[in-house]
């Protein structure tokens, strides 16, 4: 009895501690992964679990299954998503114990170990947005597959393991973990491993994206860092960890901790792939090992040291917590916004976005339009890319301005090439429209033009000036010395000038003769400029540009 009041008593804090998550919200990738799995066949699912193919698009069945379910019987409810979560990591905090008592380690040391594994603020994420359900179910399979693994019914271990590794490809190096204990029991474990690993390699040299392997000094000068200051907390983690080394006396926690690096090795190899929350699955070995020290450090040293540890977990915990909560409430406020305006005005398909919440990609905001507009072929184009807006060429479709100071959301039908505005201002998005070529996207307050670039402006009458600032830089200076543009309005030559320094110079043009409504501007810029390494063909960069 006293042992379930204590479990009991650990769950409520835990509940206590990590109560804000519900007022968080779905992140990009879970947006996503709801548009299309509860819309997919079943098959998709099964065929994904049972075949021995690594899967080049990523898709994880057993986490694309939790998100059939729960979207088809939660929809955009997030707080009814977040029990199932801490469910499933406060199971494989249970299921973590069990494991390091079958290990034999005493209770004190393995209730140490299993609190660490629970309350790790580098984890947080996992048990706070469902994106990380991959995580979670794979720590589920891992730690089963061990505790089997160590059974007369080792076979079955074959079973979770696969479940492991459908579930994230973070397991890949799982059966690494298990030859510490048998490594012949663990072969076919390995062969499976093998397998799916250089099936992963050969995918790996045709693809270049995020999830793109990077077999280089530099990953790892970025990976090593940043997962070792993770696992640690900073340099106060640091002190609390070290006076343990004192404790390690025999080789047996070492080579846990050297198998937490092995299934740490396809991570420190994506070094566009950084997130704390990945070390989830090798924080199991991890945990044995701590486990094995704890069990040589005195009750009451460990008793003060987890309190310690604990004390600057909820700290970390207070500051994550703020900027997870601030990132969400953006992204609420955007889907919540985004569906009643559709509620009000059916959007028409595609549409096109300018500007975005941190916390949405336009892979998660294409997944909020088709999960609102229940059309599974919704389209979500940049309207800063010219090939989509194209698009809008004959029609006016809507476009989805975000405002982030008001958190305001706003829907506007555009077309291609239209002129709205007399005066484009390129240090906030705006106009994208506006710009019919040779203009490339906005970066730091201005456009880089081609050589040759257009747009349209819409002329107020009785506008006698077309006005342009421009931002000169050094680099461009130096590499062709001289800069020399001449401006068009309505195919006529208006003017012309040189830049010779660096600078943000504010030209104006006198028109030569009246005009009004739609207009064409056309900047031809001379001699042309290639930067290194970037393979454009620029003209000249623009701040601003309007006819007054």
Not at 108 to 121: D, E, G, R, S
Not at 257 to 265: D, H, R
Not at 519 to 529: C, D, I, N, S
Request: glycine residues 6%.
């Amino acid at each position: 009895m006293k042992r379930v009041l204590i479990a009991l008593a650990v769950v409520l804090i835990f509940v206590i501690a990590n109560r804000a998550a519900f007022e968080g919200y779905f992140s990009g990738d879970d947006l996503d992964n709801l548009s299309w799995a509860t819309i997919a066949g079943v098959d998709t699912f099964y065929k994904e679990l049972l075949t021995p193919v690594f899967s080049a698009t990523n898709t994880r069945p057993t986490g694309a299954l939790f998100y059939r379910l729960t979207g088809v019987a939660f929809g955009l409810d997030f707080p009814r998503y977040i029990p199932i979560l801490f469910a499933l990591h406060l199971a494989n905090a249970a299921l973590l114990f069990w494991l390091l008592r079958r290990k034999q380690i005493a209770e004190p040391p393995a209730c140490a170990a299993t609190l660490i594994f629970l309350c790790h603020p580098a984890l947080l994420e996992a048990w706070w947005k469902p994106m990380y359900i991959f995580d979670l179910l794979a720590a589920s399979f891992c730690i089963a597959t061990w505790l089997l693994f160590n059974t007369r019914r080792w076979p079955l271990a074959l079973l979770t393991f696969w479940l492991a590794y459908k579930s994230k490809e973070v397991a890949l190096f799982f059966p690494v973990v298990l030859a510490i204990d048998n490594w012949r029991r663990a072969i076919p474990f390995l062969a499976i491993s093998a397998s799916f690993g250089l099936q992963a390699l050969r995918v790996n040299t045709t693809r270049n994206n995020p999830y793109t392997l990077r077999f280089s000094l530099a990953s790892l000068a970025q990976s090593i860092p940043f997962y070792a200051k993770q696992a640690y907390i900073d340099k106060w983690g640091a002190l609390l960890i070290a006076p343990l080394l004192y404790f390690v006396r025999t080789l047996q926690p070492v080579k846990y901790f050297a198998a937490t690096v092995a299934l740490l090795i396809p991570l420190l190899f994506l070094p566009a792939r950084l997130f704390s929350v990945y070390l989830y699955v090798p924080m199991i070995p991890a945990a044995l090992g701590l486990a094995l020290i704890f069990a040589r450090v005195p009750v009451n040293g460990l008793a003060i040291g987890l309190l310690l540890w604990l004390g600057l977990n909820y700290t970390v915990l207070r500051d994550k917590r703020k900027a997870e909560l601030a990132i969400a409430q953006e992204s609420r406020a955007w889907v919540t916004q985004l569906a009643a305006a559709h509620k009000a005005a059916p959007l028409a398909n595609p549409a096109f976005f300018e500007n975005a919440p941190p916390g949405l990609p336009d892979y998660g905001m294409r997944g909020a339009l088709r999960l609102i507009t229940k059309n599974p072929g919704a389209e979500l184009l940049n309207a800063e890319e010219d090939d989509g807006r194209l698009k809008a060429k004959d029609r006016a479709l809507p476009t989805l301005y975000w405002f982030r100071p008001r958190n305001l959301l706003t829907v506007v039908p555009h077309r291609f090439a239209e002129a709205e505005t007399n005066y484009l201002e390129f240090q906030v998005p705006s106009a994208a429209w506006q710009l019919k070529d040779g203009f490339y996207k906005r970066e730091n307050g201005y456009r880089w033009t081609a050589p040759t670039a257009t747009l349209m402006l819409a002329a107020p009458q009785g506008a006698s000036i077309l006005q342009i600032r421009f931002n000169i830089g050094q680099p461009i200076i130096d590499a062709v010395r001289r800069i020399h543009v001449k401006v068009y309005v309505e195919n006529e030559l208006t003017g012309e000038t040189d830049f010779i320094a660096r600078g943000i110079p504010v030209v104006d043009f006198a028109l030569k003769r009246n005009v009004s409504g739609p207009v064409e501007v056309r900047l031809e810029t001379t001699p042309g400029y290639t930067p290194p390494k970037d393979g454009r063909s620029l003209g000249v960069a623009v701040i601003g540009i309007g006819i007054l």
